[in-house]
């Protein structure tokens, strides 16, 4: 059976993994309001930093999209730090 989709400006669970450089890497997938899917990835010198800036980029997004600014570009939340 697949799963269901999540709704509209919904994000997944958040998982993180630590990098070979001792830095940690959260990311989830994020459904934006147009159906697509959008990969959040964020790094943090512990797990719960980078848990916590995939978090904040997905109320960053939020509040663009009920905002009406204009977002950076495709994918351009998955390109930061």
């Known amino acids: 059976m ?3 989709k999540a709704p509209a400006s919904e994000a997944g669970t958040i998982s993180a993994r630590e990098l070979p450089s001792g830095t940690w890497q959260a990311e989830t997938r994020y459904r934006l309001l147009g159906g697509s899917i959008e ?10 930093k980078a848990m916590r ?29």
Do not use: F, M, W, Y
Not at 39 to 48: A, L, S, Y
Not at 53 to 67: P, Q
């Open 39 to 48: 990969r959040i990835r964020r790094n943090g010198e512990t797990k719960g």
């Open 2 to 4: 697949a799963r269901q």
């Open 53 to 81: 800036a995939v978090r904040d980029e997905i109320a960053r997004i939020k509040e663009l999209g009920s905002g009406g600014a204009q977002r950076e570009g495709p994918g351009s939340c998955c390109h930061h730090s």
